[in-house]
């Protein structure tokens, strides 16, 4: 397996743009001209929650902004899909594209071919190996495992069993949200053991990995699972038909942490079904995957460095990263009503 890029820390300096000023507050900032460029963008999926949230922000952002976008193309997690829709756009002469790749191992020739066209891309939630890349536009999945660790670790008081859906390990999040968590729990909690259960984000995988783990583990003190969009629902109803689905404060309780911020984890939040999640902002990454996607049709260039958002930008060995914010929800503040899956227009 080839291990996924990690970004470049990035090195003093704050971020400034060489033409213009970066605004957090709005996608407008370059869109303002009679004629603004045309963009093409592609969804990756709308199998999970969490990509059908991005969508829609998408097309409210799009709408709002009046963006010059071409029809939206959506590859399913499919590769080969993938490939034709984003050759399909690049031969109605986009200035950029948005895009999201899963498979970032074999984006490289596509990359060099839209870069020999000037189409700037703009990747949202994954990294692409190689190729050039205008700005990867996602959050430092790698805090994903460590908040997750942290949290179990203290709720656990650094001792017991743990499960770890993990992601796919060739991907750049699921090898980052696993590399984060295994570090923390390995240096600030060594009386917890692990048990890793690599799903490829598939939930028949994890589920049936999972009902082996409760067979063979019924000792088991929490969960992590890497994708609630994807490990959520099903994790609570093999639970369920099991009588481990406890709230918590009660004996038995399973203590579990997610990852995605949707709004079916705040519910289970609420009910006590699991008692965290790191909330990926799908609405930022949908703002500002269009932002830098008209920044880069009108030639702005960006340096490393903490931004204007509150957040920062790293150095990739082929571009920069915009590492957004992604705050751990719990029952303290799952009712944040600036969280965007609390928000009415999601």
Same mark, same amino acid.
């Given at each position: ?20 000023? =970066? ?5 407008? &900032? ?15 999926? &709308? ?50 594209? %948005? ?9 490289? $020739? =596509?990359?060099?071919?839209? +870069? ?18 205008? $700005? ?44 984060? +968590? ?6 600030? +909690? ?14 028949? %995988? &994890? ?22 969009? %994807? ?18 404060? *009660? ?92 928000? *009415?227009?999601?």
């Amino acid at each position: 397996m080839k291990r996924p890029l990690a970004p470049t820390t990035a090195v003093g300096g704050t971020i400034l743009l060489l033409s213009g000023t =970066l605004s957090g507050c709005s996608t407008t &900032a370059t869109s303002s001209a009679a004629h603004p460029a045309t963009i093409g963008v592609d969804v990756p999926r &709308a199998d999970s929650d969490f990509w059908k949230a991005y969508a829609r922000y998408l097309q409210q952002d799009i709408g709002a902004d009046r963006l010059n976008v071409l029809p939206v193309t959506q590859s399913d997690g499919d590769s080969a899909k993938f490939t034709a829709n984003i050759k399909a756009l690049a031969n109605q002469h986009p200035k950029a594209i %948005v895009m999201a790749p899963q498979d970032t191992t074999t984006t490289t $020739m =596509l990359l060099d071919d839209l +870069f020999a066209k000037h189409i700037s891309t703009v990747s949202v939630d994954t990294v692409p190996e190689s190729g050039n890349t205008y $700005m990867v536009v996602r959050t430092d999945n790698r805090s994903y495992g460590t908040k997750a660790c942290e949290f179990l670790g203290k709720q656990l008081h650094g001792r017991g069993k743990v499960a770890e859906l993990q992601g796919a390990l060739d991907s750049i999040n699921g090898y980052d949200r696993s590399q984060g +968590f295994a570090y923390c729990m390995r240096t600030e +909690f060594p009386g917890i053991r692990v048990i890793e259960l690599p799903t490829d984000w598939k939930a028949d %995988v &994890a589920t049936d990995k999972l009902q082996s783990t409760l067979a063979t583990d019924p000792d088991l003190n929490g969960l992590y699972l890497q994708a609630g969009g %994807v490990f959520l629902q099903p994790t609570l109803t093999l639970l369920q038909q099991k009588g481990l689905l406890k709230p918590a404060g *009660q004996t038995g309780h399973l203590t579990i942490v997610s990852n995605d911020g949707i709004s079916q984890e705040y519910d289970a939040i609420r009910k006590g079904e699991i008692d965290a999640t790191v909330s990926q902002p799908a609405d930022l990454y949908a703002k500002y995957a269009l932002y830098y996607a008209q920044a880069a049709a009108a030639g702005k260039t960006f340096q490393a460095g903490p931004t204007d958002h509150n957040s920062t930008i790293v150095l990739l060995p082929n571009g920069l990263e915009d590492q957004l914010p992604a705050p751990l929800v719990t029952k303290d503040n799952v009712n944040d009503p600036t969280l965007w899956a609390n928000r *009415q227009d999601n």
